[in-house]
Every structure is written in structure tokens, then in C-alpha cells.
């Protein structure tokens, strides 16, 4: 006699590859490496996902947010998740069940504390995961895969000086009367034309904001980018970035396919008394200067009386975009600390370097409620500030770990980096 047994059915974690935009948020902040990628798809691993949620919040657009109710035995494999265009229908008439908790084998692959390395640094969860309490509401993914809009190019100027091979420009994009409201710190991302070695479209590219609020020029319905020309990869191997090479080819009148706004987080507070301690390298200057040109506007105004601490990191200042406007703001206005790592008149210097020189007046400011620091640029960076922040701290006489789960747990501390 055969014994029917009825088939367990859970919730499966899943990636909705027509909203996502290949960011790598999600496979950065997964603690237990349940997040991969190919040249087509972000796939979770059904077998080591524990439905901890850690990259749920960070992810820009939400297609991270998606379970699906299956039979155990009948889940979706990699090789599944890696060739789907869509995601796929939930099977009708399921028995109930599809609990979302972990099985006791994924409970137990997550014993360890995931942010126990890097000797007490976190290896994940480094900055927030909510915005400052006062920051303005933004609105997010009002244009999607399934609903793209279309600006047309107002401006295109390389920042960077010509003689050096680093191609930096300033892009500005206008929507005319299509509404896209942005916020300081949120991004949008650009498809650029054609198709991969498969025949598909290409993915969507994200890019950070490099404008305030009010427009790129006030009071205009534009914004700009920071976009640098790729073309070596970080081994120095030649290649020719897709999209930044499109970008930064365009001529004024283009017209440009976008998705957006995209972040909830990375945002700037919204009181007159705010302190803001920003550190950049080369294009994650973006959202740093559209803080700054965002407050600048307030100062004249007199709405704006917080201080603006600047750690700027480049080879050299022909390389360091918005180099000539930065040295024209007012010193009482902006602190700037720039880190040149190849300069011919002085050693070199990493953003880190600089904040452990200017050690006491960093750690004062981050010990005032009305400060928050933004950390954007090369994620090889992260691990240096995070050192030089608990050193500082410590130095101080105070408890790193403590004072960094309270800037956190604030939305004071914030790292985009990629």
C-alpha cells in the first residue's frame, strides 16, 4: 500500500528581472551569500536563503521583494531563475502553507554573526537602512521597465581636463513637462540602445543625481549625472563600457530612455542646523554635490546655517570632477579636505588619511545629534573609512561600536558604493 503525503510548501524568495536593474545592492548586503548573478539575472539560492530580509530595505526599485508559493520539491533552481525574462505565475490551487520561516538547516548556516569580521567592523549592514527622520519624502520608481519615460539632453561637458584619460562629464537631462521629482542622494538608471551577445535588450544602467531638488537649474524640471567613460575594467584590461560610453557621447537634443526615481535612504536631512560630513571618490561626487549646490541654494536664502565637512578623493586635481566650482566656495560654507593619491607636489593621500587628520574635528561633529555622514565611490573604500572612523572614535575614549549601531540606527550614516 503506497502512503500519499502531501507536498510542503513554502515561500520562495525571488528577483523580478523586469524591475530590477543589476545594481548589486542585494548580493552585497546578503549575509549569507544567498544572492548571485550572471550576465542576464540576480538569482536567490532557494537552499541558503534564510528570509533574513537584510536586502530587502536597500534594494532601489523593490524587484528584491518578491515570494512565490511553492512545492518544496518543485522550487525554482538557478539555472531556472538565470534564463527567465519575467517572473513566473504562482501555481494555482496549492495546498496552504508557504511559510516564510527558515528551514532548521538554514537557521543553523546562519549561527555565526554576520558582522563579525574585519576585526569588529561590519562586513555588512555597514551604513542605515532608514533616512534621517527629518529628510523629505521621496518618490520612487514612478517610471519602470514597464513604463519607461524620456528625456532629451540639455548639456554635455566633460569636467575632467583633457589631457588626462580620465573622462569625466556632466550630463543634464530635461523631462520637460513629464513630472520626475528627485530628491538629493536618489538616482535613476538609463537603458542604453541595442542588444547584449544574446540578442536581449540591455539592462537598464543606474546612475546617481547630481543635482538638487529644484533642478539642475533652478527652478527647472532637469537634473544632471556624473558619468565617467569606461573603458578598462578594474584589472586594467581594455573594455568599453555600454552605457557610459553612450552617455557620454550624447549631443545636445538626444533623447535618452529612463527609469526612476530610484532610493529611500541615502537622503539628506531637512533641518536648517544639519551637519553634513560627505566622503567621495571620483563620480560618487554626484550626490555629494547635490547636497552641496542643495544647501548652497538655502544659504543664499538664509534658510541654512549647519556645517558642510567635504573628503574628496582623486589622482590628481586635473582628474577630481567640479574641481574649479569646489575651490570657488566659500571656506566658512564648505570644509574641503581633497585626498590625491598621484600628486607630483605632495605624498600620497586616501580620503581615510584625511580624516585621521582632521580626527578631532570629525569625531566632535559626529557626536552632535544634527550630523549625518555619506560614504559614495568604490566599495574598496568602504572598509578604509569604517577603520579610520573607529580609530578616531576609540582614540577618543569612546565606543566605536556603540556610537556607529546609534548612527545607524539613526539614519546619520550612509555608504553608496559599488
Not at 219 to 244: F, W
Not at 296 to 316: C, I, P, Q, T, Y
Request: hydrophobic letters at 35%; charged letters at 20%.
Amino acid at each position: 500500500m503506497t502512503v500519499q503525503t502531501e507536498s510542503i510548501v513554502i515561500k520562495q524568495h525571488l528577483i523580478d528581472p523586469e524591475v530590477c536593474i543589476r545594481c548589486n545592492t542585494c548580493e552585497e548586503m546578503c549575509p549569507v551569500d544567498a544572492i548571485t548573478h550572471d550576465s542576464n539575472n540576480y538569482v536567490v539560492d532557494v537552499d541558503i536563503c534564510n528570509h533574513c530580509m537584510a536586502c530587502v530595505s536597500p534594494c532601489p526599485t523593490g524587484s528584491i521583494d518578491h515570494w512565490i508559493r511553492v512545492r518544496a520539491e518543485a522550487s525554482y533552481s538557478l539555472e531556472d531563475q538565470f534564463s527567465w525574462t519575467s517572473l513566473p505565475e504562482e501555481e494555482a490551487d496549492l495546498p496552504e502553507g508557504g511559510d516564510t520561516a527558515a528551514a532548521p538547516a538554514q537557521q543553523a548556516a546562519t549561527s555565526d554573526d554576520p558582522n563579525a569580521d574585519l576585526e569588529g567592523l561590519p562586513s555588512t549592514a555597514a551604513g542605515a537602512n532608514v533616512p534621517p527622520w527629518s529628510a523629505a519624502h521621496p518618490y520612487v520608481n514612478l517610471y519602470t521597465h514597464k513604463n519607461v519615460t524620456t528625456a532629451t539632453v540639455a548639456g554635455n561637458y566633460r569636467l575632467t581636463d583633457d589631457t588626462t584619460d580620465n573622462a569625466i562629464h556632466h550630463i543634464v537631462l530635461d523631462f520637460g513637462n513629464t513630472p520626475f521629482p528627485v530628491l538629493e542622494g536618489q538616482s535613476l538608471a538609463v537603458f542604453p540602445p541595442g542588444t547584449d551577445d544574446s540578442g536581449r535588450g540591455f539592462h537598464a544602467r543606474q546612475y546617481s543625481i547630481a543635482s538638487p531638488r529644484d533642478g539642475e537649474r533652478p527652478g527647472y524640471n532637469n537634473l544632471s549625472l556624473t558619468v565617467k567613460r569606461v573603458t578598462s575594467d578594474y584589472d586594467g584590461n581594455p573594455v568599453r563600457g555600454v552605457c557610459s560610453n553612450y552617455l557620454c557621447d550624447l549631443k545636445k537634443g538626444d533623447t535618452v530612455k529612463v527609469i526612476g526615481p530610484f532610493g529611500s535612504t541615502f537622503l539628506m536631512p531637512n533641518r536648517p542646523n544639519s551637519n553634513l560630513i560627505m566622503i567621495c571618490t571620483g563620480t560618487g561626487s554626484a550626490p555629494m554635490r547635490a547636497m552641496t549646490e542643495h544647501c548652497r541654494r538655502l544659504v543664499k536664502k538664509d534658510e541654512f546655517n549647519g556645517k558642510l565637512m567635504l573628503f574628496f578623493g582623486a589622482r590628481s586635481e586635473k582628474e577630481l570632477p567640479y574641481f574649479g566650482p569646489l575651490m570657488n566656495l566659500p571656506k566658512d560654507f564648505i570644509d574641503i579636505n581633497l585626498a590625491l593619491s598621484r600628486s607630483p607636489t605632495q605624498p600620497k593621500q586616501y580620503v581615510q588619511d584625511l580624516i585621521r587628520e582632521r580626527a578631532d574635528d570629525v569625531v566632535k561633529l559626529l557626536n552632535d545629534d544634527e550630523t549625518c555622514l555619506y560614504v559614495c565611490g568604490l566599495k574598496g573604500m568602504e572598509k578604509g573609512v569604517l577603520e579610520a572612523l573607529r580609530d578616531i572614535v576609540t582614540q577618543a575614549g569612546q565606543n566605536w561600536p556603540q556610537l556607529h549601531e546609534q548612527l545607524k540606527a539613526q539614519g546619520r550614516l550612509h555608504f553608496e558604493t559599488y
